[in-house]
């Protein structure tokens, strides 16, 4: 096809405006089409590849068989542009604004706290209207299910779903949803003494009620466009591919004859992802939308034929209807797909996912596959040759994507027969995240008896996720077929299925003994549900098996429990309450503005990196000719353009801006492709060639690095007390070694930049999403041999940072800046979700070793811990990261005899860098791993002997800093109150006595979390602030705002001293030219560094005022800050602030490295699945002391999503690397963090009442970090559900689990009969399909 051939016009609504669209490209998305045609930036680009809901909108379209308008959530990443014709799409920014009115989705979400960096918020407000478009009074199952599928990084979910929940028919009569202790949905009656007592977060009277009536209509336009179908075939061109959506089955049936190669787009699910992933390209794609019989459903007395169009979302609703119509033992099927469906993807997803693209796209995880073919289902295929039906068996899944239609064929329809009386169909599946996440392994299995007996007369079972395709389980039916259903028939079918599926040990995907596992465990829940069926029907009469339940799912009520302010407190002072985050509005509109928002300017370029593909090379040659050559690319960016300095120097390492000599990782930066569009830009940096030589050994796990001492100087040691003397003299000597494994940090923004050359003196602007503008000022300014004097770096905002947007960051800077110098036009980067994985960097990962002497009393005397963290290739901040280790080393513990050493270990892997915690999250989580094995070698419960040990009294840590542990205690002895620890334990006994399969843990975790940054000279800040003739303040300061409050909690802090309120105060951005030589803002030091900054800036403008005041005391503030202007009274001033002079002399092994300590207890309660691995958290409180809270609201958000993330990083997000070095996980479909089925079902926090903090501004504390360290309660709540599988089983005492404990980890762990029946691979004897790095 011609890319000159002109295509129709395409019609579609946006917001209520028509857009007619004449050169439709059928590559566009319509996210891109959103952002970059109409400028609609509200909707957010997270993934491209439908995996995490920042990108959702809502599409809405009439139906003229029904006359009908259904409206549903869409990813707009994944949906063709092309697709939309004759449909309405509503952005966030058609919903509401804060210039017209703020609809009550927008409202609730922001006023309940439900935004932090707010990069998800317009998605999740989508996915929120979308469901209240079509159930204006929702569920809260409805709500879960549809924020699914939207990730948040900040938030852990709560305050989200908490302001959704206001809109539930339940709520709106419910005596409270937070901060009200009690509460009727417990079944708990609450007093009107005790809603007087407790402040709230949020005052839901406040909110505008939600009128349906208000919402934009369907335009009338659409309506006759649909009545009055166009016969002609719609064609729409675009540079490099073509769209073809016939008008009739004739018409479309020929074009398949006559173009086979091209795919049928249907919900675009599975061709968008290949295109954009996979980089395949289709000159043709035929839209079938417009093919009525695509859509038709019909039924038979033997079943229902279903339309191969459908999406899954309609079979969903239709599966539903059928099985509220017909008896149970009709629907047998039709209920094994709904279970199945509820779990396949997200809303979106399954809003536009069919079921004939299910079928062909033959995933070897299809969830579909397997119950339809168990199901004894059948299609319709049609092509030129005629109709013909072909059974959904063995014989239709024939590879890897592949099925036994041929190219030209069209899946008409489906056919979904009825169960029969004595016919069981069952779904099961398990999968690395409860929702929205592939299967590991998936099954759909059938049964059916001979009538009245419990003999099988016929049987079929199938799996995805053991082959490369669907596949039957034929020789296990065999083994079944015609015997009773009994343990013994059971018994041999094990066998025969450990036979039938022998996964190689290096097989695809790895986890082979999981997944082998998994096939023996899902046939025994299903023989187990079959079995209680049978004994219900009273076809068996003997005693059977407990009955499997499902894990709970529901949402309880939570609490948030803080300190009101003093009585005495004028109303006016914001100090210390709820104040909601200065942008919630602007996030839940659309309307706050993230890098890659601001709008192009003319002659703009976009860069894309070109990276290594080898982990350990000598560059040979670097072909950037046919790069060249390609349609908009300008330039090739290598590291002969860079006119300064090319390389950047950390601990005497250095770090090549782009790498012109040797590679030492696959992903590390070699040139970068300019082009005047994104696509052009990529297309150009795939044509670059690079020959590699290969360099021999490189090194990627830390065994390799440990016997290579391939180590960055220096290493640490810190030693106190002696330790070989009381080892000798302790009771009991353990010695153990953990890893924990690394963690991205999938800020929901990825990296973006945009560099703007002002056009004289080699001026720049820098337009930045980081955490430290002055790095990268000067990185930019060295890169580029200039003074730091001509380059600008402004940061309006992140959308999330968590430490990855500090040294990365100013490398992605430096090489955008060399675009825009050598072209001298503004250049813009944004990676990639999968580039910014690859190249980025995250968490460290580690291997601990550890001895441990200890005395029968539970006493811990001496303790030897050794940490090596897997650096990558650059130093970056690993050495610091590495003195992290030692100095939190003991945690809440007093060990009078004490050793570390910690090493950052070199290795041919992607550089580490700084993540919220600085490696206090992994040398924790040691700690709290050995003294567990201290309890399980003395029999006594773990929080026994984390009291017997805890720092009491006056104290000291190992490198004689002196503390008081008081508050520690007190979060201690609260967090054991207010969660009912004691009784809880109990009750888990009790449940773990009565459930063979299923097991509870609990643990409660303490934290002690240094504040500040041990190197002295980062322990300042600066603000500057101007008051304005009309009275209005402008506050700069150095801090940068990532989402955790601290524009929020500054202006809180200039409203307090200069006596006004907050809205006369305006932050509009962090500006090197403003404040120079800033901070980073990490180390959680953020608001205490220049929160005093802005303290004393406004006390010298309130001081310079007095005169003023006194002539006038009553003012108002308007009135004195004319007269001051006319006193010629500088209305200006900076504020400075000196911090502490920190240190850690590590040669003495003494220093003050912190200023004061965050404390903080967390108590977690699990259930596990043992058959599987599947978990949830049933349980969490929180008690922390953050001294008196600035912000409530703001600062149980961080702690909230801290300990989300934590949760996360010890249970769920798993790093994959191939044995070559390359990451697989470069995605949300491949790393999963938390979404909303992860969040606690009751999730309460308690900020620890009177507490003071001398050493930060108005008696705060620190609090960006400290909780995530908590999410390890989980972790231990897990390992103790284990530790009593393993008791049923027999094995006691300390075993090894290493972190994330995932689902796998956990299930191999409880050593199960079935996981016993695997026989595991000596390791060396193959090449594992991932490495354990
Ligand atoms: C984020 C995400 C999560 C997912 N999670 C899951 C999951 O948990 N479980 C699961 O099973 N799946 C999952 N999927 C896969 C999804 O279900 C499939 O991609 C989807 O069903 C394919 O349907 P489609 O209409 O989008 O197909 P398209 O992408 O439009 O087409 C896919 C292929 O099918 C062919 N095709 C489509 N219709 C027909 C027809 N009528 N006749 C012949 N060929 C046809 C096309 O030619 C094309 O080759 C997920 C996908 C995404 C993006
Ligand atoms: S950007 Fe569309 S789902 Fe992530
Ligand atoms: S607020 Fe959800 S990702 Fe930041």
């Given at each position: ?12 609504f946006?917001?209520?405006k ?6 439709a ?28 809901g920042?990108?959702?909108v ?7 068989a ?8 869409v990813?707009?990443c994944?949906l063709?542009?092309c ?6 799409v ?38 929120t ?22 990730l948040?990084r ?16 339940q709520e709106?009569?419910?005596?409270q ?14 007093t009107?003494?005790d ?11 406040e909110?505008l ?11 009338p336009?659409?309506?006759l466009?649909?009545?009055?179908p ?14 073809l959506?016939?008008?009739?089955l ?7 004859t006559?173009h086979?190669?091209?795919p049928?787009v249907m ?7 290949d295109?954009?992933?996979k980089g395949?390209v ?6 079938p ?7 038709e ?15 899954l ?19 047998e099927?039709?209920g ?9 993807g997200s809303q ?27 199901g004894s289902?059948?299609?319709?295929v ?5 109709r013909?039906?072909?059974p ?15 190219p030209?064929d069209?899946?008409?329809?489906v ?22 996440s ?10 059916f ?7 099988v ?11 490369a ?21 059971l ?12 996964l ?10 999981f997944r082998?596992s998994l ?29 499997l339940?499902a ?5 309880q ?18 100090v ?7 942008s ?6 659309g309307?706050a503005v993230y ?41 090739v ?12 120097l950390?601990?005497?390492y250095?770090?090549e801006?782009l ?6 990782c696959?992903?590390q930066?070699?040139c970068?492709?300019?082009?005047d569009s994104k ?5 150009g940096?795939a ?6 030589e290969?360099l021999?050994?490189p090194i ?14 220096p ?9 070989d ?9 353990h ?5 924990m ?13 945009l560099v703007v ?13 980081t ?7 000067e ?12 380059v ?12 990855g947007?500090?040294?990365k ?24 979700r ?15 070793k550890?001895k ?7 006493r ?13 290739c ?8 590495a003195e ?6 003991e945690?809440?513990?007093s ?5 570390g050493?910690?090493a950052a270990?070199r290795?041919n ?8 915690g600085?490696g206090?999250p992994?040398?924790l989580?040691v700690?709290e791993?050995?003294?567990n094995?201290?309890?399980v070698?003395?029999?006594?419960p ?10 009491r009294g ?8 002196e503390f ?6 007190r979060?201690w002895?609260e967090c054991?109150?207010k ?25 409660i ?5 240094g504040?500040g940054?041990?190197?002295s000279f ?6 500057l ?7 209005s ?5 150095g801090g ?8 929020t ?8 001293e ?9 932050i ?9 030589n800033?901070?980073?803002?990490a ?5 205490d ?9 406004c ?9 003023i005041r006194?002539k006038?005391?009553?003012?108002p ?13 500088s ?9 502490p002079?920190?240190y ?7 220093g003050?490295p ?5 404390f ?14 599947d978990y949830?958290?049933?349980?969490t409180d ?8 600035l ?8 702690i ?11 249970t ?5 690397y191939?044995?070559?070095g ?17 969040m606690?079902?009751q999730?309460n ?9 001398p050493?930060?501004i108005?008696?705060s ?12 309660s ?6 103790d ?7 049923d089983?027999?094995?006691v ?13 956990a ?18 004897s193959?090449?594992?399909w991932?490495?354990?790095?």
């Amino acid at each position: 096809m011609s890319a000159e051939r002109r295509g129709d016009t395409l019609c579609v609504f946006i917001n209520g405006k028509k857009v007619e669209v004449e050169d439709a490209d059928p590559e566009t998305m319509l996210l891109s089409f959103l952002r970059q045609k109409l400028r609609l930036t509200g909707t957010k680009s997270g993934c491209g590849g439908g995996g995490c809901g920042a990108c959702t909108v809502m599409v809405s379209r009439y139906q003229p068989a029904t006359k009908t308008i259904t409206h549903y959530a869409v990813n707009a990443c994944l949906l063709p542009l092309c697709q939309l014709h004759g449909a309405a799409v509503t952005t966030v920014e058609g919903i509401g604004s804060s210039t017209t009115r703020v609809h009550p989705v927008q409202e609730r979400i922001a006023k309940a706290h439900g935004s932090q960096c707010g990069f998800c918020t317009p998605g999740m407000v989508m996915a929120t209207y979308a469901l209240l478009r079509n159930k204006p009074k929702p569920t809260m199952d409805d709500i879960t299910l549809a924020l699914a599928g939207n990730l948040c990084r900040c938030t852990g979910y709560r305050p989200i779903v908490d302001g959704c929940r206001t809109f539930c028919q339940q709520e709106a009569n419910c005596c409270q949803v937070n901060g009200g202790g009690n509460c009727c949905l417990n079944g708990e009656k609450i007093t009107n003494e005790d809603s007087k007592k407790n402040p709230e977060l949020f005052n839901k009277d406040e909110f505008l009620p939600l009128d349906p009536t208000q919402e934009l209509i369907f335009p009338p336009e659409l309506i006759l466009m649909a009545e009055t179908p166009n016969a002609q075939t719609l064609a729409f061109y675009g540079e490099r591919m073509s769209w073809l959506s016939p008008a009739s089955l004739d018409e479309l049936i020929q074009l398949k004859t006559k173009h086979p190669k091209a795919p049928l787009v249907m919900g675009n699910t599975n061709i968008g992802p290949d295109i954009k992933f996979k980089g395949v390209v289709h000159p043709l794609v035929i839209s079938p939308s417009r093919i009525k019989e695509l859509y038709e459903v019909s039924r038979t007395s033997q079943g229902v034929w279903v339309g191969a169009g459908c999406t899954l979302a309609e079979l969903h609703s239709l599966l539903e209807k059928l099985v509220s119509e017909f008896p149970s033992e009709k629907t047998e099927l039709f209920g094994a797909l709904i279970q199945q469906l509820g779990n396949l993807g997200s809303q979106q997803i399954r809003n536009v996912a069919t079921l004939g693209g299910n079928i062909a796209s033959a995933y070897p995880n299809s969830d579909l596959n397997p119950v339809l073919a168990a199901g004894s289902c059948k299609v319709i295929v049609i092509s030129t040759v005629g109709r013909r039906e072909l059974p959904l068996n063995q014989d239709f899944f024939v590879g890897f994507g592949k099925t036994v239609l041929k190219p030209e064929d069209v899946v008409l329809s489906v056919f979904l027969p009825f169960s029969r009386k004595g016919e069981f169909v069952r779904a099961l599946r398990q999968a690395p995240r409860k929702e929205v996440s592939f299967a590991t392994v998936t099954t759909g299995m059938r049964v059916f008896f001979c009538e009245g007996s419990a003999a099988v007369q016929e049987v079929s079972i199938y799996f995805g996720g053991v082959a490369a395709t669907t596949v039957s389980a034929a020789e296990t039916c065999k083994a079944i077929a015609g015997r009773l259903w009994s343990e013994e028939t059971l018994g041999r079918a094990y066998e025969v299925l450990l036979e039938e599926f022998v996964l190689p040990p290096s097989a695809p995907g790895g986890k082979v003994e999981f997944r082998r596992s998994l096939t023996l465990s899902l046939l025994f829940k299903f023989y187990l549900e079959v079995l209680h069926k049978l004994k219900e029907m009273n076809v068996i009469k003997e005693e059977i098996p407990e009955k499997l339940l499902a894990l709970p799912k529901d949402i309880q009520p939570t609490l948030q429990e803080f300190q009101a302010v003093s009585k005495e407190q004028s109303d006016q002072d914001p100090v210390g309450r709820p104040m909601m985050h200065r942008s919630a509005i602007s996030h839940a509109t659309g309307e706050a503005v993230y890098c890659d928002d601001i709008p192009r300017t003319e002659g703009e370029l976009f860069l894309v990196l070109v990276t290594s593909t080898r982990a350990h090379a000598r560059i040979t040659g670097l072909d950037v000719s046919e790069a060249l050559k390609l349609p908009g690319v300008v330039d090739v960016i290598t590291a002969k353009d860079i006119p300064g300095k090319k390389v950047r120097l950390m601990f005497g390492y250095q770090e090549e801006v782009l790498s012109d000599g040797e590679v030492s990782c696959i992903g590390q930066m070699v040139c970068a492709v300019v082009a005047d569009s994104k696509p052009h830009a990529k297309r150009g940096a795939a044509a670059v060639k690079i020959t590699y030589e290969d360099l021999p050994d490189p090194i990627f796990t830390l065994e390799d690095a440990i016997e290579k001492t391939s180590l960055y100087e220096p290493t640490r040691f810190l030693e106190m007390g002696d330790v070989d003397k009381a080892f000798e003299e302790a009771d009991r000597v353990h010695e153990a070694e953990v890893r924990m494994g690394g963690q991205e940090h999938f800020y929901m923004e990825p990296q973006s930049m945009l560099v703007v050359p002002v056009g004289e003196e080699r001026e720049l602007n820098v337009y930045v999403s980081t955490q430290w503008p002055a790095l990268t000022q000067e990185a930019v300014a060295e890169t580029l041999g200039i003074p730091s004097n001509r380059v600008t770096c402004h940061v309006k905002r992140m959308g999330g940072a968590f430490g990855g947007k500090v040294i990365k960051t100013s490398i992605l800077a430096s090489i955008t800046s060399v675009a825009a110098w050598k072209t001298n036009r503004a250049v813009r980067c944004v990676l990639e979700r999968g580039e910014d994985m690859l190249i980025t960097g995250g968490r460290h990962p580690l291997l601990a070793k550890y001895k441990v002497g200890f005395m029968n009393d539970g006493r811990i005397v001496a303790a030897d811990l050794s940490y090596y963290a897997n650096a990558g290739c650059k130093v970056d901040e690993s050495v610091l990261i590495a003195e992290k280790f030692l100095l939190h080393m003991e945690n809440a513990y007093s060990i009078p005899n004490l050793r570390g050493y910690a090493a950052a270990c070199r290795t041919n892997l992607p550089s580490n860098t700084a993540f919220r915690g600085f490696g206090v999250p992994q040398c924790l989580f040691v700690i709290e791993n050995m003294v567990n094995d201290v309890a399980v070698l003395l029999g006594r419960p773990a929080d026994q002997i984390r009291e017997t040990n805890m720092y009491r009294g006056p104290s000291s840590t190992p490198y004689k800093l002196e503390f008081s542990p008081d508050n520690l205690l007190r979060c201690w002895e609260e967090c054991k109150l207010k969660s009912d620890y004691s009784a809880r334990c109990k009750a888990v006994d009790q449940f773990n006595q009565q459930n063979h399969w299923k097991k509870r843990g609990i643990s409660i975790i303490p934290i002690k979390y240094g504040i500040g940054f041990a190197e002295s000279f980062l322990n300042q800040a600066a603000a500057l602030v101007h008051i304005y003739k009309d009275g209005s303040v402008l506050v700069t300061h150095g801090g940068t705002e990532m989402g955790q409050g601290i524009h929020t909690k500054m202006q809180q802090v200039a409203s307090r001293e200069l006596h006004i309120p907050t809205t006369k105060i305006y932050i509009s951005e962090t500006s090197t030219s403003t404040v120079p030589n800033t901070c980073p803002s990490a180390a959680s030091f953020g608001t205490d560094a220049n929160g005093m900054a802005v303290k004393n800036a406004c006390e010298i403008l309130y001081q310079r005022l007095e005169p003023i005041r006194k002539k006038n005391p009553k003012g108002p503030w308007e009135n004195w800050i004319r007269d001051a202007y006319f006193e010629k009274i500088s209305l200006s001033a900076t504020g400075f602030w000196r911090g502490p002079d920190l240190y850690m002399d590590w040669d003495k092994m003494e220093g003050h490295p912190y200023a004061y300590f965050t404390f903080g207890v967390c108590c977690s309660e699990v259930e596990l699945d043992c058959l599987v691995g599947d978990y949830r958290t049933l349980r969490t409180d929180i008690v922390f002391d953050i001294g008196r809270s600035l912000n409530p609201s703001v600062e149980i958000g961080q702690i909230e999503g801290a300990f989300m993330q934590g949760l996360g990083l010890y249970t769920l997000e798993e790093l994959k690397y191939s044995p070559s070095g390359l990451l697989y996980t470069r995605g949300p479909s491949q790393y999963k963090i938390p979404a909303v089925c992860d969040m606690p079902l009751q999730f309460n926090v308690y900020l620890l009442p009177d507490t003071y903090n001398p050493h930060a501004i108005y008696s705060s504390k620190g609090i960006g970090e400290p909780a995530l360290f908590l999410g390890s309660s989980c972790f231990f709540a897990i390992k103790d559900a284990v530790a009593a599988a393993r008791s049923d089983s027999g094995l006691v005492g300390p075993f090894t689990l290493d972190s994330p404990a995932t689902p796998e980890r956990a299930c191999l762990a409880c050593a199960t009969p079935f996981t016993q029946k695997i026989p595991t691979s000596e390791p060396g004897s193959f090449r594992p399909w991932a490495l354990n790095i």
